[in-house]
């Protein structure tokens, strides 16, 4: 029997997930709030979101400041994690694959695992709420709804966006782990 057997077994059988998934995500009509809302929460993700969490965290100073110094830490280590899977894997995405009847989206790379959106919501909202737990239930809905989004828009795979949620958060706990 060949060693890789048991890996390509694994990997073939997510993949079909992630496909049978990508294909009822795309088949299925939400209501138009829901539209709204998954097209404004990976448009926050684009970026111009974080930069204004950012500002906010240095406005408010002290502790918010060493959550900023955590997040910028955590976020450089997430995306050259992400930088080299995506370089590795290249894995297209599913819009690549079949387009959404729904979304014309345009993605921001080629390549779909892991995602950028996800690993990024992961990575600043968890080291902000690792700062301020308060903040963490809304934080946590703000990440999986971003997370959600790329899916939903048929930009990503279940499985990029867990691996994004799953490199995002660990390097969050990492950076606050160094500097808390």
């Given at each position: 029997m060949n060693a890789t057997a048991p890996v390509h077994a694994v990997l073939g059988y997510v993949s079909d997930s992630d496909c049978r998934i990508s294909d009822r995500v795309r088949a299925w009509a939400p209501p138009r709030w829901f539209?709204?809302?998954?097209?404004?929460?990976s448009r926050f993700g684009d970026g111009w979101g974080w930069f204004l969490v950012g500002v906010l965290l240095l406005a408010a100073g002290g502790p918010a400041r060493r959550a900023l110094a955590a997040g910028t830490l955590?976020?450089?280590i997430a995306n050259a994690v992400l930088v080299l899977l995506k370089r590795r894997v290249r894995r297209p995405r599913p819009c690549e694959e079949a387009p959404h009847p729904l979304f014309h989206v345009k993605p921001p790379d080629d390549y779909s695992f892991p995602s950028g959106h996800a690993t990024n919501a992961f990575t600043v909202c968890a080291t902000v709420a690792l700062a301020f737990p308060l903040f963490a239930p809304?934080?946590?809905?703000?990440?999986?709804s971003i997370a959600a989004s790329r899916v939903v828009l048929g930009l990503h795979y279940v499985s990029d966006v867990l691996a994004g949620a799953l490199?995002?958060?660990?390097?969050?706990?990492?950076?606050?782990?160094?500097?808390?």
């Open positions: 539209r709204l809302w998954m097209v404004g929460t955590a976020a450089a809304p934080l946590a809905l703000l990440a999986a490199i995002g958060t660990a390097a969050a706990l990492g950076a606050c782990l160094l500097l808390y």
